[in-house]
């Protein structure tokens, strides 16, 4: 599989309330739809393939992204996908690598919205945590004197 192509048609950003206490976040991302297209440009059979993902703040927020992954593969690859998708599934040496496409692209997007609009990210930051023996350090070059927490 080679991936040819990737575009957002819906970006949307939305705030509905203030923050009040604990924040619930969801995320869910679908394939929404598989078809198979030709691309002049590549004069190649592709597959292209829609998706939603959203990242709901319950009673705050939320942000939701619509986009297309234009692929290509082996003729005989390309109709094994068609045809598991008649019953809406995707093999997955296919579907691992769309997912981690959407979630690398719309998860940066959704970084810098969350920013803009003042909401908490929906994912953990890494953050420095002090030396537990600040005895150890030495100057503030020192990589060791602080940790990463996840």
Do not use: C
């Amino acid at each position: 599989m080679k991936i040819v192509g990737f575009n957002f048609t819906k970006i949307l950003a939305e705030r509905e309330g203030p923050a009040e206490g604990k924040v619930n976040i969801s995320m869910t991302l679908d394939i929404d739809s598989m078809t198979k297209e030709s691309l002049q440009a590549i004069s190649q059979t592709v597959v292209k393939s829609d998706f939603n993902f959203l990242v709901k703040y319950e009673k705050m927020a939320k942000l939701e992204f619509k986009g297309s992954i234009y692929f290509t593969a082996e003729d005989e690859k390309i109709k094994e996908i068609m045809k598991k998708w008649k019953d809406k599934k995707v093999p997955d040496d296919i579907r691992v690598p769309l997912y981690n496409l959407i979630l690398t692209k719309s998860n940066i997007r959704a970084l810098e919205l969350e920013d803009e609009f003042g909401l908490p990210t929906h994912i953990p930051m890494p953050k420095m945590s002090p030396n537990p023996n600040p005895q150890e350090t030495k100057d503030t070059k020192n990589t060791k004197e602080a940790s990463y927490v996840k």
